[in-house]
Each structure stands twice: as structure tokens, then as C-alpha cells.
């Protein structure tokens, strides 16, 4: 059965650093989002995309944040300057044509030192 | 406020002791009503997705209903493997469906 994965699981940084969080959405997919939960809290929503572009993001989303799909199969997270508040498990998610259900991956943990 | 409020935070049950959990929901438009599962350190997995009130979905022990105010998954003679924390999402008319998550209820089933 198709699924979405995530790589790395686990990336451990310094304050400052830029990390990049890897994602290989469903491969017949077009719409493809990034949420995140801090432990303990919510899933929230990050951002959207399609046809290569942003179509959504919500206010934690800011310019230190940033999406590229940078071929046919890969959907990318970059934040440029990590902070503290940043740790939390990454979420990878798809969404193909039809329907409005979303396929999650596994999840990167990001920790920040 | 696009809200989605989820009941109760945690619930123990005995195997075969059947319950259901409570999400309500406070949104300006609603286009879908999801269920997922999430097992600890993993992404959630999709389970239901209900779209207009008296609709009803049903999988194994698992049964989810919606009204106009609130969604409810029932949970028939559950098993320990049933143990996860489940979660409600909504998705917006007019939105490029972004999910609205609830906190979870954290269900744990004793044998």
C-alpha cells in the first residue's frame, strides 16, 4: 500500500543552524501539507501546497520557514535559523484528487539544542 | 474561532467495555469531519472521513457518526490493541483543506 515517508526521524541541531526535513508524498498525489506537534500539544497546520506554489500558511509559518518540491518525488521543509521553540515531531502529509483525506507520514523529531 | 474540541481528554477501558468519544466542533463552514489514529512517536493514521450529519462509517470495532454540532466514535468490545490516542480533524468550505486538529482523547485498554 502506498505511504508517505520521512527522512531523517530524528535530527538533533544547534540553536541557529538550518535544517532541511525530507518528504516523499503518495506518488500519484498533488497536494501535500507540513504540520507539527510539540510534545504534549496539538497537530498544527503549517502549510499547504500545490502546483508548486503556496497556496496556505499559517501564522507559525514565517520568513525563517520555507517548501520546495525539487523534483517529481520529493517535498522538502527548510527553517533557515532554528530557535528552541522549533523542537517538535515534524508531519509530512498528502492528498491525492479526490476526497479530502489526508495520508500522514511517520514524522521527523526535531531537537534543538 | 475555527474551534474542534475533543472529549474526554483520557478514557480507560476494560477489554470488551464499549464507549464512544466526543468531538465537537466550532467552524465557520464545515467541508469534512476526519478520525485518525496516532500511536505514540507516529503520524496519524486515517480512519474515517464523515461530510454531511447522519452520515455514519463504520471498520471493525470502530463506528463514527456526525451531526450538525459534533461527531462521535464509538468504540464496540475493544481490545488492547485498540490503545492509541485518537484524534478529530475539520476541514474548512472555501479553504485549500487545511485539517483543524482537536487535542486527542487517549484511549488505553486493559485485558
Known amino acids: 500500500e502506498p505511504e508517505v515517508t520521512q527522512t531523517p526521524s530524528h535530527q538533533v541541531t544547534q540553536m541557529g543552524q538550518e535544517v532541511i526535513l525530507r518528504c516523499v508524498p503518495i506518488?500519484?498525489?498533488?497536494?501535500f501539507y507540513w504540520y507539527r506537534q510539540i510534545l504534549g500539544q496539538k497537530v498544527e497546520f503549517l502549510v499547504s501546497?500545490?502546483?508548486?506554489?503556496?497556496?496556505?500558511k499559517s501564522e507559525i509559518f514565517d520568513d525563517q520557514f520555507s517548501v520546495e518540491r525539487p523534483d517529481g518525488s520529493n517535498f522538502t521543509l527548510k527553517i533557515r535559523s532554528t530557535k528552541l521553540e522549533d523542537s517538535a515531531m515534524y508531519f509530512c502529509a498528502s492528498k491525492g484528487q479526490g476526497g479530502y483525506e489526508q495520508y500522514f507520514g511517520p514524522g521527523t523529531r526535531l531537537t534543538v539544542t | 474561532e475555527d474551534q474542534v474540541t475533543q472529549s474526554p481528554e483520557a478514557l480507560r477501558l476494560q477489554e470488551g467495555e464499549s464507549s464512544s468519544l466526543n468531538c465537537s466542533y466550532t467552524?465557520?463552514?464545515?467541508?469534512?469531519l476526519f478520525w485518525y489514529r496516532q500511536d505514540p512517536g507516529k503520524g496519524p493514521e486515517f480512519l474515517f472521513t464523515l461530510y454531511s450529519a447522519g452520515e455514519e462509517k463504520e471498520k471493525e470495532r470502530l463506528k463514527a457518526t456526525l451531526t450538525k454540532k459534533e461527531s462521535f466514535l464509538h468504540i464496540t468490545a475493544p481490545k488492547p490493541e485498540d490503545s492509541a490516542t485518537y484524534l478529530c480533524?475539520?476541514?474548512?468550505?472555501?479553504?485549500?483543506?487545511?485539517?483543524?486538529f482537536g487535542a486527542g482523547t487517549r484511549l488505553a485498554v486493559h485485558p
Open positions: 480533524a475539520v476541514t474548512l468550505s472555501g479553504g485549500y483543506n487545511k485539517l483543524i
Open positions: 501546497f500545490y502546483n508548486n506554489e503556496i497556496s496556505e
Open positions: 467552524v465557520s463552514g464545515l467541508r469534512g
Open positions: 506518488s500519484n498525489h498533488l497536494y
